[in-house]
């Protein structure tokens, strides 16, 4: 079993619909990180979180330290949302990430 | 610098031959991660820069590579006598120092190995 696991692996949403990507993780964390990486493009931090929730545009992610879970959520989805969504965790007194194997997005016209 | 630059962005060589690739992190951070990304899988952890302490190298998958960070900023990472299983997107990553701060990644450069 991953260290960390997302749901789901891959997404077709029609643009406009509200999305949800899911992120649990088996570990203690200090930080968990939302990321997002175009085809062929370089990988952009969206969010990092150690608690609660955040918003940046029509992005939202909370997380749950208790439940070990993590959700990204899009509202109003555009078909330049579309990418792979990785979820990332550094684990107490270890600063490197651990990934989870992404969910690729396809948000259609 | 603005951002993370890798160099090249794309390399292709034929298997035996060493290749380096090259970070410029962010100016000031004092965090470097590289990472990979092979064809259809998830990323990678290979090894991670702090300051002055020894790098956390546990994620290197062979002897065959090595990484090193002169002056605290610029870092190499050498491949050697490559490998098809080598070809991959390597990324690196700069952050400022501490758990829960924001890492920042490059735009990786693509190895294929012929």
């Known amino acids: 079993k991953n260290e960390v696991e997302q749901s789901p692996q891959n997404l077709t949403a029609q643009e406009g619909e509200f999305i949800t990507i899911n992120c649990s993780y088996s570990v203690g964390i200090s930080a968990l990180h939302w990321l997002q990486q175009h085809p062929g493009g370089g990988i952009v931090s969206l969010f990092m979180l150690s608690s609660g929730k955040k918003k940046h545009g029509r992005l939202i992610a909370t997380i749950n330290i208790q439940e070990k879970h993590s959700s990204l959520h899009i509202t109003a989805s555009h078909p330049r949302d579309s990418a792979v969504y990785i979820c990332a965790v550094r684990s107490g007194g270890n600063e490197k990430l651990t990934f989870g194997t992404g969910t690729r997005l396809t948000i259609i016209p | 610098g603005a951002g993370v630059s890798q160099s090249p962005s794309n390399k292709v060589t034929e298997k035996g031959k060493d290749v380096e690739l090259r970070c410029d992190p962010i100016?000031?951070?004092?965090?470097l991660y590289w990472y990979r990304q092979s064809l259809g899988q998830g990323l990678e952890f290979l090894i991670y820069?702090?300051?002055?302490?020894?790098?956390?190298k546990s994620g290197l998958p062979s002897d065959r590579f090595s990484a090193e960070r002169t002056g605290g900023s610029v870092s190499t990472l050498t491949i050697q006598r490559t490998q098809q299983e080598d070809s991959a997107v390597y990324l690196c990553?700069?952050?400022?120092?501490?758990?829960?701060?924001?890492?920042?990644f490059g735009q990786g450069t693509r190895l294929t190995v012929v």
């Open positions: 990553a700069s952050s400022s120092q501490g758990a829960d701060t924001e890492a920042f």
């Open positions: 820069f702090q300051g002055n302490s020894a790098p956390d």
């Open positions: 100016s000031g951070h004092t965090a």
